[in-house]
T-cell receptor, first 114, second 109 residues
Framework: DAMVIQNPRYQVTQFGKPVTLSCSQTLNHNVMYWYQQKSSQAPKLLFHYYDKDFNNEADTPDNFQSRRPNTSFCFLDIRSPGLGDAAMYLC?????????????FGEGSRLTVL | GQNIDQPTEMTATEGAIVQINCTYQTSGFNGLFWYQQHAGEAPTFLSYNVLDGLEEKGRFSSFLSRSKGYSYLLLKELQMKDSASYLCASMDSNYQLIWGAGTKLIIKP
Protein backbone atom coordinates (compact mmCIF):
# COMPACT_ATOMS: atom_id res chain seq x y z
CA ASP A 1 0.00 0.00 0.00
CA ALA A 2 1.17 3.50 -0.77
CA MET A 3 1.92 5.31 2.41
CA VAL A 4 3.92 7.78 4.49
CA ILE A 5 6.46 6.20 6.81
CA GLN A 6 8.21 7.96 9.66
CA ASN A 7 11.22 6.78 11.64
CA PRO A 8 11.76 6.43 14.45
CA ARG A 9 8.30 6.19 16.02
CA TYR A 10 9.77 7.07 19.40
CA GLN A 11 12.95 9.06 19.99
CA VAL A 12 14.49 9.87 23.35
CA THR A 13 17.35 12.35 23.46
CA GLN A 14 19.35 14.33 25.95
CA PHE A 15 18.96 18.08 26.26
CA GLY A 16 21.07 19.63 23.50
CA LYS A 17 21.86 16.37 21.67
CA PRO A 18 20.92 16.59 17.97
CA VAL A 19 18.26 14.36 16.51
CA THR A 20 17.17 13.57 12.98
CA LEU A 21 13.71 12.35 12.10
CA SER A 22 12.99 10.83 8.72
CA CYS A 23 9.99 10.53 6.47
CA SER A 24 9.49 8.60 3.27
CA GLN A 25 6.51 8.40 0.98
CA THR A 26 5.45 6.04 -1.77
CA LEU A 27 2.47 8.16 -2.86
CA ASN A 28 4.53 10.13 -5.37
CA HIS A 29 3.09 13.32 -3.92
CA ASN A 30 4.66 16.62 -4.83
CA VAL A 31 4.30 18.37 -1.48
CA MET A 32 5.75 17.31 1.88
CA TYR A 33 5.18 18.91 5.28
CA TRP A 34 6.61 18.77 8.77
CA TYR A 35 4.29 19.55 11.67
CA GLN A 36 4.90 19.77 15.39
CA GLN A 37 2.01 18.83 17.65
CA LYS A 38 1.92 19.08 21.42
CA SER A 39 -0.73 17.45 23.56
CA SER A 40 -4.25 18.86 23.01
CA GLN A 41 -2.91 21.53 20.65
CA ALA A 42 -3.31 22.23 16.97
CA PRO A 43 -0.62 20.93 14.65
CA LYS A 44 1.96 23.65 13.98
CA LEU A 45 3.48 23.79 10.52
CA LEU A 46 7.29 23.96 10.62
CA PHE A 47 8.27 23.51 6.96
CA HIS A 48 6.87 22.47 3.65
CA TYR A 49 8.29 21.64 0.23
CA TYR A 50 6.58 22.16 -3.08
CA ASP A 51 8.72 19.70 -5.00
CA LYS A 52 12.22 21.00 -4.23
CA ASP A 53 11.11 24.50 -3.25
CA PHE A 54 11.67 24.88 0.47
CA ASN A 55 9.27 26.99 2.55
CA ASN A 56 10.15 27.92 6.09
CA GLU A 57 7.34 29.19 8.29
CA ALA A 58 8.18 32.60 9.73
CA ASP A 59 8.02 31.49 13.36
CA THR A 60 9.92 28.21 13.00
CA PRO A 61 12.96 28.42 15.29
CA ASP A 62 16.45 28.26 13.74
CA ASN A 63 17.03 25.17 15.87
CA PHE A 64 14.92 23.26 13.32
CA GLN A 65 16.25 22.44 9.88
CA SER A 66 14.89 20.31 7.07
CA ARG A 67 16.19 18.51 3.99
CA ARG A 68 14.44 16.92 1.05
CA PRO A 69 17.13 15.11 -0.96
CA ASN A 70 14.62 13.63 -3.39
CA THR A 71 10.89 13.39 -4.00
CA SER A 72 10.42 10.44 -1.67
CA PHE A 73 12.37 11.48 1.39
CA CYS A 74 12.34 14.33 3.86
CA PHE A 75 14.29 14.86 7.08
CA LEU A 76 13.78 17.02 10.12
CA ASP A 77 16.91 17.97 12.07
CA ILE A 78 16.69 19.41 15.56
CA ARG A 79 20.13 20.79 16.25
CA SER A 80 19.94 21.37 20.00
CA PRO A 81 16.70 20.01 21.45
CA GLY A 82 15.29 21.76 24.46
CA LEU A 83 12.65 20.55 26.86
CA GLY A 84 10.08 22.63 24.97
CA ASP A 85 10.74 20.66 21.81
CA ALA A 86 9.25 17.49 23.27
CA ALA A 87 6.29 16.80 20.99
CA MET A 88 4.89 14.60 18.27
CA TYR A 89 6.44 15.40 14.90
CA LEU A 90 4.18 14.63 11.98
CA CYS A 91 5.20 14.27 8.36
CA UNK A 92 2.46 14.72 5.78
CA UNK A 93 2.09 14.81 2.02
CA UNK A 94 -0.39 16.21 -0.46
CA UNK A 95 -0.73 15.46 -4.14
CA UNK A 96 -0.01 19.05 -5.13
CA UNK A 97 -0.49 22.59 -3.85
CA UNK A 98 -4.08 22.66 -5.03
CA UNK A 99 -4.88 19.61 -2.92
CA UNK A 100 -3.07 20.97 0.12
CA UNK A 101 -6.07 20.43 2.36
CA UNK A 102 -6.18 16.68 1.94
CA UNK A 103 -3.09 15.60 3.80
CA UNK A 104 -1.77 12.08 4.21
CA PHE A 105 0.06 11.76 7.50
CA GLY A 106 2.67 9.35 8.69
CA GLU A 107 2.24 7.76 12.11
CA GLY A 108 4.41 10.41 13.73
CA SER A 109 7.65 10.49 15.69
CA ARG A 110 7.24 11.16 19.38
CA LEU A 111 10.25 13.02 20.78
CA THR A 112 11.13 12.97 24.47
CA VAL A 113 13.87 15.30 25.74
CA LEU A 114 15.54 14.42 29.03
CA GLY B 1 -5.59 37.44 12.78
CA GLN B 2 -6.54 33.94 11.76
CA ASN B 3 -8.45 31.82 14.21
CA ILE B 4 -10.33 28.53 14.50
CA ASP B 5 -12.67 27.93 17.43
CA GLN B 6 -14.09 24.58 18.42
CA PRO B 7 -15.16 23.12 21.77
CA THR B 8 -12.41 21.47 23.78
CA GLU B 9 -14.35 18.38 24.75
CA MET B 10 -17.74 16.75 24.20
CA THR B 11 -19.39 13.62 25.58
CA ALA B 12 -22.00 11.49 23.82
CA THR B 13 -23.62 8.09 24.16
CA GLU B 14 -23.04 5.08 21.95
CA GLY B 15 -25.68 4.92 19.22
CA ALA B 16 -26.57 8.60 19.51
CA ILE B 17 -25.85 11.59 17.25
CA VAL B 18 -23.35 14.35 18.02
CA GLN B 19 -22.60 17.66 16.29
CA ILE B 20 -19.18 19.28 16.62
CA ASN B 21 -19.16 22.96 15.74
CA CYS B 22 -16.34 25.03 14.31
CA THR B 23 -16.09 28.74 13.57
CA TYR B 24 -13.27 30.14 11.52
CA GLN B 25 -11.69 33.46 10.61
CA THR B 26 -9.02 33.26 7.94
CA SER B 27 -7.49 35.57 5.37
CA GLY B 28 -9.37 34.31 2.36
CA PHE B 29 -11.00 30.92 2.16
CA ASN B 30 -10.25 27.89 0.05
CA GLY B 31 -12.12 25.19 1.92
CA LEU B 32 -12.92 23.73 5.31
CA PHE B 33 -11.51 20.37 6.35
CA TRP B 34 -12.23 17.91 9.15
CA TYR B 35 -9.73 15.37 10.44
CA GLN B 36 -10.05 12.58 12.99
CA GLN B 37 -7.17 11.91 15.37
CA HIS B 38 -7.11 8.97 17.77
CA ALA B 39 -4.98 9.40 20.88
CA GLY B 40 -1.28 9.03 20.10
CA GLU B 41 -1.91 8.66 16.37
CA ALA B 42 -1.72 10.91 13.33
CA PRO B 43 -4.75 12.77 11.93
CA THR B 44 -6.72 11.17 9.12
CA PHE B 45 -8.75 13.13 6.59
CA LEU B 46 -12.53 12.97 6.99
CA SER B 47 -14.18 15.61 4.85
CA TYR B 48 -13.88 18.74 2.75
CA ASN B 49 -16.38 21.54 2.12
CA VAL B 50 -15.84 24.52 -0.13
CA LEU B 51 -19.44 25.32 -1.05
CA ASP B 52 -22.30 25.99 1.34
CA GLY B 53 -24.35 23.02 2.37
CA LEU B 54 -24.11 19.50 3.68
CA GLU B 55 -21.72 16.81 2.47
CA GLU B 56 -22.67 13.31 3.56
CA LYS B 57 -20.27 10.41 3.77
CA GLY B 58 -21.71 7.37 5.50
CA ARG B 59 -22.23 8.03 9.22
CA PHE B 60 -20.34 11.32 8.98
CA SER B 61 -21.63 14.56 7.46
CA SER B 62 -20.08 18.00 7.30
CA PHE B 63 -21.84 21.32 6.85
CA LEU B 64 -20.52 24.70 5.77
CA SER B 65 -21.88 28.25 5.86
CA ARG B 66 -19.33 30.61 4.36
CA SER B 67 -21.31 33.75 5.20
CA LYS B 68 -21.28 32.78 8.89
CA GLY B 69 -17.74 31.37 8.96
CA TYR B 70 -19.23 28.22 10.43
CA SER B 71 -19.00 24.49 9.95
CA TYR B 72 -20.10 21.43 11.82
CA LEU B 73 -19.29 17.75 11.73
CA LEU B 74 -22.23 15.45 12.40
CA LEU B 75 -21.61 11.91 13.56
CA LYS B 76 -24.53 9.47 13.55
CA GLU B 77 -24.96 6.04 15.15
CA LEU B 78 -21.96 6.65 17.37
CA GLN B 79 -19.62 3.75 18.00
CA MET B 80 -17.00 3.39 20.71
CA LYS B 81 -14.27 3.60 18.05
CA ASP B 82 -15.43 7.15 17.26
CA SER B 83 -13.81 8.29 20.50
CA ALA B 84 -11.11 10.61 19.19
CA SER B 85 -10.23 14.23 18.67
CA TYR B 86 -11.81 15.97 15.69
CA LEU B 87 -9.81 18.79 14.16
CA CYS B 88 -11.30 21.56 12.06
CA ALA B 89 -8.99 23.33 9.62
CA SER B 90 -9.61 26.20 7.22
CA MET B 91 -7.50 26.82 4.14
CA ASP B 92 -6.57 30.48 3.65
CA SER B 93 -5.86 32.43 0.50
CA ASN B 94 -2.25 31.15 0.45
CA TYR B 95 -3.48 27.55 0.52
CA GLN B 96 -2.20 27.18 4.06
CA LEU B 97 -4.22 25.15 6.56
CA ILE B 98 -5.14 26.96 9.76
CA TRP B 99 -5.86 24.32 12.38
CA GLY B 100 -8.09 24.28 15.42
CA ALA B 101 -6.87 22.60 18.60
CA GLY B 102 -9.43 19.83 18.18
CA THR B 103 -12.51 18.63 20.00
CA LYS B 104 -12.01 15.56 22.14
CA LEU B 105 -15.09 13.36 21.76
CA ILE B 106 -15.77 10.87 24.55
CA ILE B 107 -18.27 8.10 23.81
CA LYS B 108 -19.95 6.41 26.75
CA PRO B 109 -21.72 3.02 26.55
Amino acid sequence: DAMVIQNPRYQVTQFGKPVTLSCSQTLNHNVMYWYQQKSSQAPKLLFHYYDKDFNNEADTPDNFQSRRPNTSFCFLDIRSPGLGDAAMYLCATSRDAGAAGELFFGEGSRLTVL
Amino acid sequence: GQNIDQPTEMTATEGAIVQINCTYQTSGFNGLFWYQQHAGEAPTFLSYNVLDGLEEKGRFSSFLSRSKGYSYLLLKELQMKDSASYLCASMDSNYQLIWGAGTKLIIKP
